[in-house]
């Protein structure tokens, strides 16, 4: 029978989500895919909005916006050749038309997004220079969960250091590689591209 990609439920797509991939955290997630081998589950890949709001309208305008999402989880169990570009591109094709795709390459886990090149993404470069809210003790929660604690909180830094004190603390955030993939009809990916506000950059290479 050999490989298919086919819509999956949150359920299935949990001990990929929560302990295979290395966020092990779920994200905003509108959209599930998982790649089938010979009926058994063996890859999930996930699509949501991505969180930040001036993220969406920075990458085509305003009018844009609603169309990004973000490819946020892609978790394989055993990463065989060419599974992570046959899912990608098997869940690009099942997702509505008219959609720009944004995804991130983690620097500090060593990734470049080589996946991505192979499926054809194209690159725009690192993302900018931010920091993390972290508390000592908790450094294995990421920095949006901790940030969360306070959420609707008016000035939730002060609100965080009044609670944590000194152990409250910031840290630099990893650059990611961003790399866009649009899909839709011709005249579509035509408009988008002329739209673009990133610059079409070289892609990285990986060097062992």
């Known amino acids: 029978m050999g490989y298919i990609v086919k819509t999956i439920t949150r359920k299935e797509s949990e001990e990929y ?32 909005t991505p ?17 990004v999402l973000e490819l946020n989880r892609l978790c394989l169990k055993h990463n065989r050749k060419n599974e992570a570009s046959r899912l990608i591109a098997g869940s690009i094709r099942l997702l509505p038309k008219n959609k720009i795709i944004i995804s991130f390459a983690d620097t500090s886990k060593g990734h470049y997004g080589t996946v991505y090149q192979a499926s054809n993404f194209i690159y725009v470069g690192l993302s900018a220079k931010r920091t993390d809210w972290k508390i000592k003790g908790k450094e294995h929660l990421h920095g949006q969960t901790i940030a969360d604690e306070f959420r609707g909180t008016k000035n939730r830094a002060k609100a965080m250091r009044d609670k944590y004190g000194d152990k409250f603390y910031l840290k630099d955030r990893p650059r990611k590689h961003k790399y866009i993939f649009i899909h839709g009809t011709k005249s579509y990916i035509k408009t988008i591209k002329l ?3 990133y610059c079409i950059q070289t892609k990285p290479i990986y060097i062992k």
Not at 18 to 36: C, D, E, Q, T, V
Not at 51 to 64: F, M, V
């Open 51 to 67: 969180a930040s709001a001036p993220l969406r309208k920075g990458i085509a305008g305003i009018e844009h916006a609603p169309e």
């Open 17 to 48: 989500i929560l302990h295979i991939h290395y966020a092990k955290r779920w994200p905003s997630i509108s959209y599930y895919y998982g790649l089938f081998f010979n009926d058994v589950l063996c890859g999930v890949v996930t699509y949501g």
């Open 195 to 197: 739209k673009l506000k």
